[in-house]
């Protein structure tokens, strides 16, 4: 089974921390998402990667492809920070065309 | 410009009761998706379709289905209700591709009982 396993699962940390999510697959992939889902519940895209770096505001993420490897960083974290992160892949080559989720990983930014 | 857009936002079942969830995009969006979250068990796809009047299965399509009549309408049926089905449901959309930017609804909290 493909498998997307994400990096601690629960993340507590002081206001200003700098932060670092992890996010790892088993096969090739097309594409990365990096998701953040509010305590509400509503889900938001923060990165599409298939390659390199992104950059938006605090929020870097990364991926090496050869490594099969993501990184989510966040630079001065701030309490909204607080969120629940998740990593998504669209897989390469047949079957489903949607996106393959990891389980998540739980951030607390403390003030 | 409502986005993607789900409805209802809550729904109580008994077993073996049907009912449709309703999505709806104006982004004028190719793709749609729906996606069940269970506590443990992160997001996974239930069934999605590349444009109008195509559907296709995604990873755990068992007990539902799907139809897609108008470009910007998804519909995920469930036929006879199991308490395995309750869980929060959430619609998305991307332009072309899934490996493109998409766009989350607000979810559907469902309890079947």
């Known amino acids: 089974k493909n498998e997307v396993e994400q990096s601690p699962q629960n993340l507590t940390a002081q206001e200003g921390e700098f932060i670092t999510i992890n996010c790892s697959y088993s096969?090739?992939?097309?594409?990365l998402h990096w998701l953040q889902q509010h305590p509400g519940g509503g889900i938001v895209s923060l990165f599409m990667l298939s390659s390199g770096k992104k950059k938006h505001g605090r929020l870097i993420a990364t991926i090496n492809i050869q490594e099969k490897h993501s990184s989510l960083h966040i630079t001065a974290s701030h309490p909204r920070d607080s969120a629940v992160y998740i990593c998504a892949v669209v897989y390469s080559g047949g079957g489903a065309d949607g996106l393959t989720f990891g389980k998540g990983t739980h951030l607390i930014i403390q003030p | 410009n409502a986005g993607v857009t789900q409805t209802p936002k809550f729904r109580v079942l008994k077993t073996g009761q049907s009912m449709t969830l309703l999505c709806a995009q104006d982004?004028?969006?190719?793709?749609m998706y729906w996606y069940r979250q269970d506590p443990g068990m992160g997001l996974r796809l239930i069934h999605y379709?590349?444009?109008?009047?195509?559907?296709a299965k995604g990873e755990v399509p068992d007990g539902y289905n799907v139809s897609r009549l108008k470009k910007q309408n998804f519909l995920l049926g469930l036929e006879s209700a199991a308490p395995s089905q309750t869980s929060v449901y959430f619609c998305?959309?991307?332009?072309?591709?899934?490996?493109?930017?998409?766009?989350f609804g607000p979810g559907t909290r469902l309890l079947v009982l």
């Open positions: 379709s590349v444009g109008e009047g195509t559907t």
């Open positions: 998305a959309s991307s332009y072309r591709t899934s490996r493109e930017t998409q766009y």
């Open positions: 982004m004028n969006h190719e793709y």
């Open positions: 096969v090739g992939i097309s594409a």
